[in-house]
């Protein structure tokens, strides 16, 4: 079993930078691929960007590529969101999730509908000024 715990989460103005962790423990951390997805109160949850932390492939939802870059710290068995540029449309909870057998271009794919194998508990992202 994985768990995985976010942190990172706050008040932000618009235009600014937050960077959101997500620790993995209880598993072979290099076996996963992780997803970092958001949901807004009456929306769907959306997919926004994985990586596998084997070979460090990633992809990115059009809606954040160019602003937001995700990476991972194999060490620490972290994977993190580095988000920049803000804005408010981007106030959602934030999750990570993890799959096992899912490849980077499969969870891209798949995105917030997808079914993977564990989730964080989520850490809340506000824009707002």
């Known amino acids: 079993q994985l768990q995985l715990v976010e942190s990172g989460g706050g008040l932000v103005q618009p235009g600014g930078s937050l960077r959101l962790s997500c620790v993995a423990s209880?598993?072979?951390?290099?076996?996963?691929?992780i997803g970092w997805f958001r949901q807004a109160p009456g929306k769907e949850r959306e997919g926004l960007s994985y990586i596998h932390p084997n070979d460090g492939s990633t992809r990115y939802a059009d809606s954040v590529k160019g602003r937001f870059i995700i990476s991972s710290d194999n060490a620490k068995n972290t994977v993190y969101l580095q988000m920049n540029g803000l804005k408010p449309e981007d106030t959602a909870v934030y999750f990570c999730?993890?799959?096992?057998?899912?490849?980077?271009?499969?969870?891209?794919?798949?995105?917030?509908?997808?079914?993977?194998?564990?989730w964080g508990q989520g850490t809340q992202v506000t824009v707002s000024s």
């Open positions: 999730a993890a799959d096992r057998w899912a490849t980077v271009a499969q969870m891209h794919m798949m995105g917030g509908i997808g079914g993977y194998d564990y």
């Open positions: 209880g598993d072979t951390f290099n076996d996963y691929t």
